[in-house]
C-alpha cells in the first residue's frame, strides 16, 4: 500500500509491504465453484486463466527466440523469465489502447498482456516486412505498436522515463484519466533521467506509473553495486506526492492487488507511482551474456526455486481451476500457438532493401517550395529576438494545442533573452511555463508530448553549450522515432536554442554547434540571418510534422542589421529555400547567421575592387537547398564557404564537398573556407576576436580566390 506518515513508521527496514493473502473463495465440498473469484484481488477465473496463459505463452516465446538465437536466424534476444508474473499483472489492471505504454527490452509478457500477438513477437524476432514494432528496423525486443499506445522503444536505458511524463502531462491536459507505464530494471534508475523523471511528476502530479523490476544484476553488476542501500524504494521516500509500492514479482496476486490499487489511485489524480517489484532473472541478461561468469550455480538454482510459472500452476492445480489434463492442455493449445506463429514469420518476406531510405522525415508540407514567392513584406522594423517573439504569439494563438517551456521562459523575464516575453500572460501558465533546469527533461519530455498527436511543443534550451544533457534525446530519441518505427509514429517539435558568439560569453556561452545536428538523420536544422527569415522560418517549424533545432543567434538579437520590416500573420517560410542576398558574377560565398552580414560586408569591399561576389544564405542547414548552391557555383565557378563554428569538420567540409562532386567541372579555383580556428571560443574581446571569423578574414579568402 502507498506510504502515509502513519504507514511509515510501521515499514520494516527493507520498506516492504507484505499484502496479506486470503484463501480463494470455495464451495462446501471443498471444490472451486464455478464462477471462481479469488476473495483478495477479485480476479475471476477467466481472467487468472488468462493471466497464466499469457504467462506461458511469454516463457515458450522466449524458448522459440533462443532456438532462432541458436541457429543464427536472431541475432539478438533478451527475455523475461522470472519477471513474467509481475509483468502481466500490471498490464491487465491497465487499460490496453487507453492507456499508454513505454516498456523495456524484457517486456514481453507485459507487451503480450497488452495485446502484442505471438506472430508480432516473432516476426520482430526475424525482422520481417511486416513486424508491426518496427518492420525489421530494431532489434527484437523493443516494443511499439500504435494501436496499442506503445511508442517504438530504443535500446537507450533510462530515456523512456522523460518521454512517458511528457505523455502523462498531455493526458492531465486533456482531463483525461489515462494513465502511462513506463519500466526498466533496478539498474536503470542509475541514470539521472530516472530522477528528473520523478521531479517532474512529482511537481505536477502526473499519472505516470514507474514499474521497476528488480532481479538483482545490472548485465553482470549487482544491486549493491549499482544502487545505494539496494532499495530504490527507500531512496525514493522522500519524493512527496509520490505513491510508493514494495512487491513481490513472482507473486502474481500480490502484483495485481499492487497495480490495480496503484492504477486507483492514479485515475483519481492522486499523481505518480513507483512499483518496486522483486523478481529473479532466470536467463542470462541476454543471448551475448553468460552470466555463469559472475553467478555462483547455487544462487542460480535458488532463483530457479523462485520461478513464478510452477508456482502459478500449482496454485492452479491445488485451488481446483484446473486439472492436470485441463493445464496439459492449455499448455499444448499455446505450444501450437508459437509453433503456427514461428512457421508464419519463418515464411514472410524479409524487408525489401528499396525501403531502406523511408520514413526518416515526415512527407507533410505545410506550404510548398514550389514556386513559393517570397513578398516585400510591409510591417515595421522589427529586430530579430522580437520577430521570434511574436511568431510564437501567433502560432499559440493558431494552434491551441500548442504549447511552450523551458528554464526560465515565463513570466515576466520571458526567458534570459526575452523571446518568450508577455506570452504567458496572454496565454496562461497552462500553455507557457518554466521547467526544472534539466535540458535532458525539456527535450524528453517535449517528445512525449508530441508523439501523443495531439500536443505540439516549442521548447527552449537557453544556450547551445547546454544542450548536450539533451543529446541523448534528441539524437536516440526524437530524431530516430520515425524512422525505428517504420514510419508508424513521429515527434513534432521545436526545440529553440540560442547559439554563436560575438558576445563576451567565453567558452561556455559563445559555442557553435550546427553540424553536431546537421549529422543526425531524422533532424531539421534552421539557421535565420534576420527577423523576417526567423519569423517565417519558425512558424513553418511549429507547423511541420518533423522535429526540428531552431538556432538562434543570440549576437544578433538585437543588432540593426538583422531588423527587418515584419511579415504578416500569414507569412510561412518554407524550409529548403536558400537566397542570394546579393547577387554577383566572379565568386559565391556560401554562409548562414552571422556569417551573412560579415560576408556581405567583404563582398561589398571586394565590389570596390572590381571583383563581383554573390551572397547566398542557406537559411535552412536540413534540408539544403542544393539547387541553388550549385546553380551559383557553376554561375561564378569559385566558391568560399563560411561559417562560425570551427573549421575543421564543420559545416562549410559538407557545403565543399557537394561543390566538387557536383559542379567540379565549372570550377575555376580551390573550394576555400572560412570558419573560427580549432579552438574554444575565450572570454577577452582580443582573444575572441582572433578566434571567431572577422570580416577581414572572408576579405581575404576573397582576395585569394579573385587572384586565381
Not at 530494431?138 to 530515456?159: A, D, F, N, V, W
Not at 485451488?319 to 489434463?325: A, D, F, I, Q, V
Not at 517550395?369 to 522589427?382: A, D, L, Q
Not at 495531439?454 to 534528441?474: H, L, N, R, S, T
Request: glycine letters at 8%.
Amino acid at each position: 500500500m502507498p506510504t502515509t506518515k502513519k504507514a511509515a513508521a510501521k515499514t520494516s527496514a527493507k520498506a516492504k509491504i507484505t499484502i496479506q493473502k486470503k484463501s480463494p473463495i470455495k464451495s462446501s465440498n471443498g471444490k472451486a465453484p464455478k464462477e471462481f473469484v479469488d476473495a483478495m484481488s477479485g480476479l475471476t477465473k477467466k481472467k487468472i486463466l488468462h493471466a497464466y496463459r499469457i504467462m506461458f505463452l511469454s516463457r515458450k516465446l522466449d524458448e522459440k527466440q533462443l532456438i532462432y538465437s541458436k541457429q543464427g536466424k536472431q541475432f539478438f534476444h533478451i527475455g523475461a523469465p522470472g519477471h513474467e508474473a509481475a509483468q502481466v499483472a500490471v498490464a491487465m489492471a491497465m487499460k490496453p489502447g487507453y492507456d499508454w505504454a513505454y516498456p523495456y527490452y524484457r517486456d514481453i509478457t507485459f507487451a503480450l498482456g497488452l495485446g502484442e500477438t505471438a506472430k508480432d513477437i516473432l516476426l520482430a524476432a526475424l525482422h520481417r516486412a511486416e513486424d508491426k514494432n518496427s518492420g525489421g528496423r530494431m532489434m527484437p525486443c523493443h516494443y511499439g505498436i500504435k494501436e496499442l499506445r506503445i511508442p517504438s522503444q530504443s535500446s537507450c536505458t533510462g530515456t523512456q522515463f522523460l518521454e512517458a511524463v511528457g505523455t502523462a502531462m498531455g493526458a492531465k491536459k486533456n482531463g483525461s484519466d489515462e494513465i502511462v507505464y513506463t519500466s526498466s530494471g533496478e539498474g536503470t534508475t542509475s541514470e539521472g533521467e530516472f530522477w528528473e523523471a520523478l521531479n517532474w511528476s512529482t511537481r505536477d502530479k502526473l499519472p505516470v506509473l514507474f514499474h521497476i523490476q528488480n532481479n538483482r544484476f545490472s548485465i553482470s553488476v549487482p544491486l549493491h553495486e549499482q544502487v545505494t542501500g539496494g532499495s530504490i524504494y527507500a531512496l525514493t521516500e522522500g519524493y512527496k506526492g509520490l505513491n510508493r509500492y514494495h512487491a513481490n514479482g513472482v507473486d502474481f496476486f500480490e502484483m495485481y492487488n499492487t497495480a490495480t490499487d496503484a492504477i486507483k489511485k492514479m485515475r483519481s489524480g492522486e499523481g505518480p507511482v513507483l512499483i518496486w517489484s522483486d523478481c529473479v532473472r532466470l536467463l542470462s541478461h541476454s543471448s551475448s551474456d553468460d552470466q555463469k561468469k559472475y553467478r555462483a550455480q547455487e544462487e542460480m538454482e535458488e532463483d530457479k526455486k523462485k520461478d513464478p510459472i510452477p508456482r502459478f500452476e500449482k496454485y492452479l492445480l491445488e485451488n481446483k481451476l484446473l486439472s492436470e489434463k485441463e493445464l496439459l492442455s492449455l499448455q499444448e493449445e499455446v505450444i501450437k500457438e508459437v509453433s503456427d506463429a514461428a512457421d508464419y514469420a519463418e515464411q514472410s518476406p524479409e524487408p525489401d532493401p528499396s525501403t531502406s531510405q523511408l520514413h526518416i522525415y515526415s512527407s507533410m508540407e505545410v506550404v510548398s517550395k514550389e514556386n513559393f514567392v517570397e513578398p516585400e513584406h510591409t510591417g515595421n522594423n522589427i529586430v530579430l529576438v522580437d520577430a521570434i517573439n511574436h511568431a510564437l504569439a501567433e502560432e499559440l494563438e493558431h494552434n491551441p494545442k500548442m504549447i511552450i517551456f523551458g528554464e526560465d521562459v515565463a513570466g515576466k523575464k520571458g526567458g534570459v533573452f526575452t523571446s518568450t516575453r508577455g506570452l504567458t500572460d496572454k496565454f496562461g501558465a497552462d500553455r507557457v511555463f518554466n521547467s526544472p533546469i534539466a535540458e535532458a527533461s525539456i527535450a524528453g519530455l517535449a517528445m512525449g508530448l508530441g508523439l501523443r498527436g495531439d500536443y505540439k511543443a516549442v521548447v527552449e534550451i537557453q544556450f547551445g553549450d547546454y544542450i548536450w544533457p539533451a543529446f541523448m534525446q534528441i539524437r536516440n530519441e526524437i530524431a530516430m522515432l520515425r524512422y525505428r518505427s517504420n514510419g508508424q509514429w513521429s515527434c513534432p517539435l521545436v526545440i529553440r536554442v540560442a547559439t554563436g558568439g560575438y558576445i563576451h560569453g567565453g567558452v561556455y556561452h559563445s559555442q557553435s554547434i550546427d553540424s553536431f545536428f546537421t549529422h543526425i538523420p531524422g533532424l531539421r536544422v534552421v539557421f535565420p540571418s534576420n527577423s523576417a527569415d526567423a519569423k517565417g522560418l519558425l512558424k513553418y517549424a511549429c507547423r511541420c510534422d518533423d522535429p526540428v533545432i531552431f538556432l538562434e543567434h543570440k549576437g544578433m538579437y538585437r543588432q540593426n542589421f538583422a531588423a527587418t520590416p515584419e511579415p504578416d500573420t500569414n507569412y510561412i517560410l518554407p524550409f529548403g529555400i536558400a537566397k542570394v542576398k546579393k547577387e554577383g558574377d566572379d565568386i559565391t560565398i556560401l554562409t548562414y547567421g552571422m556569417m551573412v552580414q560579415r560576408s556581405l560586408e567583404a563582398a561589398r569591399t571586394m565590389e570596390e575592387k572590381g571583383v563581383s561576389v554573390e551572397v547566398v544564405d542557406l537559411r535552412t542547414l536540413n534540408p539544403l537547398d542544393y539547387d541553388t548552391i550549385l546553380k551559383s557555383a557553376k554561375k561564378t565557378g569559385k566558391v568560399l564557404c563560411v561559417h562560425e563554428e570551427n573549421l575543421f569538420s564543420g559545416f562549410g567540409g559538407e557545403l565543399a564537398a557537394i561543390v566538387a562532386s557536383e559542379a567540379f567541372e565549372y570550377l575555376d579555383g580551390p573550394i576555400m573556407r572560412v570558419a573560427a580556428k580549432d579552438s574554444p571560443v575565450p572570454y577577452a574581446p582580443t582573444i575572441e576576436n582572433d578566434v571567431l571569423p572577422q570580416a577581414h578574414d572572408i576579405l581575404n579568402a576573397l582576395e585569394k580566390l579573385a587572384a586565381y
